[in-house]
Nanobody
């Protein structure tokens, strides 16, 4: 079982910045590799949507609404994915979730794991 722990959410004024982090860990003796990592968000009354993804090789993909303002990155040594959010807008208010595709050492399959979510509120 893989556990994801998110941090970095909070209240920020429009135009401000936040950096989200999501670290993956597993029980002792568990060996796994991480494939793609990503961030999603869900605003009140709306469906969860993709924000950004990054492959194990570092290729990135962004939602059009955040291109040029958000940057996704990863530290493979720490099994951690980051989301740097600049020039935040009120419509960016949502719960942000990380998602990680994991391959256990005993399987060729990929399994998706979700973080618990972190609230980002953009308001003056």
């Amino acid at each position: 079982q893989v556990r994801l722990v998110e941090s970095g959410g909070g209240l920020v004024q429009p135009g401000g910045s936040l950096r989200l982090s999501c670290g993956a860990s597993a029980g002792s003796g568990s060996i796994f590799s991480i494939n793609a990592m990503g961030w999603y968000r869900q605003a009140p009354g709306k469906e969860r949507e993709l924000v950004a993804t990054i492959t194990s090789g570092g290729s990135t993909n962004y939602a059009n609404s955040v291109k040029g303002r958000f940057t996704i990155s990863r530290d493979n040594a720490k099994n951690t994915v980051y989301l740097q959010m600049n020039s935040l807008k009120p419509e960016g208010t949502a719960v942000y979730y990380c998602k990680v595709a994991v391959r256990p050492s005993y399987s060729a399959n990929l399994y998706d794991y979700w973080g618990q979510g972190t609230q980002v509120t953009v308001s003056s």
